[in-house]
């Protein structure tokens, strides 16, 4: 759990009431970029949402945005708003894209907008929002189990065209789920403590 | 017997504690962070002592 920064460059903070996103155009890594894991994990069916804005994001710079699932700090699936770059297989392009199954990329010029995964049973479906609807991207298999979300942009050096890019997400919102709150590691100790003193009685 | 009293009321109150802190604050609920706070909010994020030095690169 907790705010990570990986590669040289990215930065995440809360800054006129969003959480923005920076890379600067020397940023660089294998994979380098910026996340929020969830200190809390929803257990069974949910509908999770965050809205974006794109503050300073040329054409085709490279950098991806997505909310998704995860089990490992190091890795998510889920829905982004991304950017791909010439230098990549996929070619320049614009998108949204679901992540958590096959890979479908669907064309965009939006510069605002929502991201939002629901999981129902064992499926999950990645959408966005288009005139005043969700516009589904992708069903597909989901992980049952608890799960941690994560808010994450990243890129990398084969597809980042180092331009300066910021991007912000704002009212990440948990519309049905079970919320279950984890324990930071302090207070899991002290919890153990107390366990242990019980059972001395 | 109020030393005894005592250490059991003490463990009652941690063993309270306990569930509450492992046990799970759980339900179907609307969960909102419109991130306003001008910091990330430990308690929903994790710590900001996690941020990670950047790792190296190959």
Known sequence: ?201 | MCVYASKRCASIVLALCSMLLCGVQAGAQVFVDNFNDNYIDPDIWGSPSTVRAPRLQK
């Open chain 1, 1 to 201: 759990m907790g705010v990570a920064l990986y590669g040289s460059g990215p930065q995440i903070a809360e800054v006129n009431q969003e959480l923005q996103f920076t890379m600067p155009s020397n940023s660089s890594g294998y994979e380098f970029g910026s996340r929020l894991l969830s200190r809390f994990l929803l257990r069974g069916d949910f509908d999770i949402r965050v809205d974006f804005r794109l503050l300073e994001w040329p054409y085709y710079n490279g950098v991806r945005t997505a909310i998704g699932l995860t089990h490992n700090p190091y890795d998510d699936y889920g829905v982004e708003r991304s950017s791909l770059s010439a230098s990549e297989p996929l070619g320049a392009q614009e998108v949204y894209v679901a992540d958590f199954g096959p890979f479908v990329l669907v064309p965009t010029q939006d510069f605002t907008g929502k991201l939002r995964l629901v999981r129902s049973g064992h499926t999950q479906t990645g959408y966005y929002y288009e005139a005043g609807r969700w516009i589904p991207i992708l069903t597909d298999s989901a992980p049952t189990s608890d799960i941690a979300i994560q808010l994450h942009a990243w890129s990398h050096d084969y597809a980042f065209q180092h331009h300066d890019v910021r991007a912000a997400f704002d009212n990440f919102t948990v519309m049905t789920g079970q919320i279950i709150w984890v324990p930071e590691p302090a207070t899991l100790s002290l919890a153990l403590l107390g366990c242990l003193v019980v059972r001395r009685r």
